[in-house]
Nanobody, 124 residues
Framework: QVQLVESGGGLVQTGGSLRLSCAAS????????IGWFRQGPGKEREFVSA????????YYADSVKGRFSLSRDKGKNTVYLQMNNLQPEDTAVYFC?????????????????WGQGTQVTVSS
């Protein structure tokens, strides 16, 4: 069992930055992939970014490439999503998720554990 807790959301102006954190507990993550998804108002939950924990290899949705950066701190069992040049269309609840097998997926289904989400609001 893995527990995930997101933090770092808030209100920011267009062009601003935020850093989201996803702290994991309950298991070591060597065999896991950690993903970030977001769900905007009236929209489906969509893939944002993911990291293969053991290798540190990262993946991004086209919509955030060049603006978002994903990293992990093994000692703290925490993943960080640095979000720069935020736009109003980035407004959403952001969720982190853990997938037991280490291969990253951009689909929601393969992820086994989810956090409660953190709200990001970008004002125009």
């Amino acid at each position: 069992q893995v527990q995930l807790v997101e933090s770092g959301g808030g209100l920011v102006q267009t062009g601003g930055s935020l850093r989201l954190s996803c702290a994991a507990s309950g298991r070591t993550l060597n065999d896991y992939a950690i993903g970030w998804f977001r769900q905007g108002p009236g929209k489906e939950r969509e893939f944002v970014s993911a990291i293969r924990w053991s290798l540190g290899s990262t993946y991004y949705a086209d919509s955030v490439k060049g603006r978002f950066s994903l990293s992990r701190d093994k000692g703290k069992n925490t993943v960080y999503l640095q979000m720069n040049n935020l736009q109003p269309e980035d407004t959403a609840v952001y969720f982190c998720a853990a997938k037991v097998r280490p291969i990253v997926s951009t689909m929601r289904g393969p992820y086994d554990y989810w956090g409660q989400g953190t709200q990001v609001t970008v004002s125009s």
